[in-house]
């Protein structure tokens, strides 16, 4: 028997009772639209912490000083560790090493900046002329400091956009005067905003000046606790770490069987292991709605079910007119599959809807996902299947006789 | 006991005059020692004692019998609903005793029309779907379908109403719409058990006016399960069970004619069209 006459059949039981079908479809409806919402939340999240690392420059490479992960052991303070890393390492690298680009260091420190009787707590990083190169940064107004500023530890200052609007409210502070730690230091530029980061805090909250300045009339220091490199190209990244390494180990005389005192980690592998957090995120939230994906299913097989004992009579009429079980079996798992199946498609219209309406009422980033989508349609129709085969065969294994005299 | 009675009838009902089975008609059903037993727990329960019948193209008869009789076995198993225990079934030339239950579905769908007590209709579908449904199972095309969907409501009086569902038609239509389902595969017999148990004495001579009809006019085989004595006068042979045997087999000489009975009848206003 042609199998389009009894997917018209099942269809137009379905049509006779569209409440029914309505309520039945509801689950999966719910399940679906969960799931692609959820994972679009995911999805989203991840293309945005992805977004941010990438416009960090994938082939940024971070030179710390001292070991990494061993245990708390050498990383304690005023331990050795720490001071492992030098300008000359950097200048060095900058020198030597034809796959590298543009180096910085970078020395941290929070400083209480003053501009008349308004103050600011905030960071003050010490980096070279290359900073905004290796980090994406760039000038709103006024300009960057130079090599010239490096070299003479010039007391200038380029600040982010957070510190510019609390210090200068309503003014241009470039060629203006901040204090920091009672020397006149003079702005030289404004950066752009950059705004939060993925975890939320402001990178805008920031201020920078000539390393060299830094070290010698803020801190007092030598210290480099970190440095960034930028290789020429991302092709060229993970060249240059392994160069990068090489020339640290010389440079601090390491026997072959002694470990790294310095660290070199490359940007891919940070977005990696960001990506792996998000990822584990995305198939959290998409198996929770999973679950509700499940529960529709066994709220076809229940309705299903319900329903054969409901239609007993009328698979009594089918059979005694001549309808082989085995039409009635497909009957009623067609059924099944048409409601996961529809249900189904309005889950993804409505998922798609949240996935879009999300970003508007809560701010958070979504991304559809194709793979949700195609996975969502896949497994309803396995909802269905696999849910209504059983009431299915409970049907096609009816009696006729007793069928017809159900009542 | 199993004598056939096919009698000619036209010196009868000179005014009869379309069809009448000849003593040499085809046989539809013939049964041979039919045996069935129903096993319930530890009971053996002798529903049928050997059953012999020959039903031939063109009769009407009127099966008739007590309630543990063994009248709805037979009809389940000349309905090849159900199976014989022993014995042989020959509908239209094959042996159908031994089918599977695909096969049987089969030969229901082509071979035999049912009309049952309470219409068996399928709810919140038109007339004209519920007729299609038959012709859906033995895989014809659309326009086949309405077509002869059409014609069979036409045949039992339901021109207009193909679109009406079961439950805007009165019991007598519903009927008719069962009738013209049974119709439209053009089966070998009709199996009409109990049609008009459910109907008002009036609508039951109605729906035995479409029978005598279908039978003299299209020679359409036909078998009637019925409690009531007066109803089996409108057959031309009437087959009494009691305990699982036939105790009488008679023929009618003169059945009763429900179209002269329905003229005869105060006219009354049409009750069933303004719904």
Redesign the interface.
């Known amino acids: ?2 199998p389009l ?1 009894i997917v ?2 099942a269809i ?1 039981a379905l049509v ?2 569209k409440m029914r079908a309505a309520l039945t479809m509801l689950g999966i409806i719910i399940g679906v639209a969960s799931v692609i919402a959820m994972v679009s939340i995911g999805q989203g999240a991840q293309a945005s912490v992805q977004a941010q690392i990438e416009s960090m420059g994938t082939n940024l490479l971070f030179v710390r000083a001292g070991a990494q992960n061993l245990g708390g052991v050498r990383s304690g303070t005023g331990d050795t560790g720490t001071n492992t890393l030098t300008i000359e390492d950097l200048e060095a690298i900058r020198r030597e090493i034809p796959s590298v680009a543009m180096v910085t260091p970078s020395i941290n420190t929070r400083s209480q900046l003053v501009v008349g009787n308004l103050n600011w707590n905030g960071s003050l990083q010490g980096v070279s002329e290359e900073f905004p190169g290796i980090r994406k940064w760039s000038i709103q107004s006024g300009e960057f400091f130079t090599a010239a500023d490096v070299r003479i530890a010039a007391r200038v200052i380029v600040l982010g956009a957070t510190i510019a609007e609390n210090l200068f409210p309503g003014t241009d502070p470039v060629g203006q005067t901040v204090r920091v730690q009672n020397l006149p230091f003079r702005v030289s530029g404004v950066l752009a905003g950059k705004g939060e980061d993925p975890q939320g805090r402001d990178q805008d909250d920031i201020a920078f000046a000539p390393y060299t300045t830094v070290q010698k009339k803020v801190l007092g220091s030598t210290r480099v606790q970190i440095g960034f490199v930028s290789a020429i190209s991302p092709a060229a990244t993970y060249t240059a770490q392994a160069q990068v390494t090489e020339l640290l180990r010389q440079r601090h005389q390491l026997g072959p069987n002694e470990p790294n005192d310095f660290t070199v980690r490359n940007m891919t592998d940070i977005a990696e292991a960001a990506n792996e957090t998000n990822s584990i995120m995305t198939l959290l939230l998409g198996s929770i709605a999973g679950v509700s994906l499940l529960v529709g299913g066994i709220g076809i097989m229940n309705i299903m079910l319900v329903s054969v004992t409901e239609r007993t ?2 698979i ?12 009635v079996k497909t009957q009623f798992l067609i059924e099944s599959i048409v409601l996961s199946l529809t249900g189904g498609f309005i889950g993804i219209m409505l998922g798609i809807v949240a996935s879009l309406l999300i970003p508007m009422m809560l701010g958070w980033p979504t991304l559809v996902s194709t793979a949700a989508i195609i996975g969502s349609v896949i497994f309803s129709a396995a909802v269905g299947i696999f849910f209504g085969y059983y009431p299915a065969q409970k049907a096609a294994s009816l009696d ?2 007793d069928a ?1 005299r159900y009542e | 006991m199993s004598a056939t009675l096919t009698v000619d009838q036209q010196e009868l009902h000179p005014n009869m005059p379309v069809f009448v089975p000849q003593r040499e008609a085809r046989p539809v059903i013939e049964l041979d020692h039919i045996h069935k037993v129903y096993t319930m727990g530890d009971v053996e329960v002798h529903a049928l004692r050997g059953i012999s019948l020959t039903i031939r193209e063109g009769e009407f008869i009127a099966i008739m019998g007590a309630s543990g009789s063994g009248k709805s076995t037979m009809m ?1 198993i000349v ?1 090849c ?2 199976r014989p225990t022993r014995g042989t079934y020959i509908l239209d030339g094959d042996n159908v005793s031994e089918l599977s ?2 096969a049987r ?2 030969i ?3 071979k035999i029309g ?1 009309v ?1 007590q309470g219409f ?6 038109s007339a004209l ?1 519920n007729v299609e ?2 012709m ?4 014809l095309d659309t326009a086949e379908r309405h077509r002869r969907a059409g014609e069979a409501l036409a045949s039992v009086g339901l021109e207009g109403r193909e679109d009406s569902h079961p439950n805007q038609l009165s019991g007598g239509q519903q009927q008719r719409v069962a009738i013209a ?1 049974s119709l439209v ?1 053009d089966p070998a017999l009709i199996l009409a058990d109990e049609p008009t148990g459910n109907l008002d004495s009036r609508t039951a001579i109605e729906v035995m006016e479409i029978f005598q009809r279908l039978n003299r006019e299209r020679g359409i085989t036909l078998i009637l399960v019925t409690h009531e004595p007066d109803i089996a006068q409108y057959a031309k042979r009437v087959v009494i069970f009691k305990d699982g045997k036939i105790k009488k087999d008679y023929a009618i000489d003169d059945p009763r004619d429900a179209a002269e009975e329905l003229r005869l009848l105060p006219p009354v206003e049409e009750e069933d069209d303004d719904d």
Not at chain 1, 316 to 327: D, F, N, Y
């Open positions: 028997m042609n006459i018209r059949i137009r006779r009772n009579r009328e009594g009429i089918r059979m005694a007119i001549g309808a082989r079980s085995s039409a006729p006789i017809l | 389940n309905g609903l159900d239950k695909d579905a089969d229901r769908c082509q049912f049952f068996n209709l399928l709810s919140r579908t779907e449904l038959p859906l199972y033995a895989g389902r595969n």
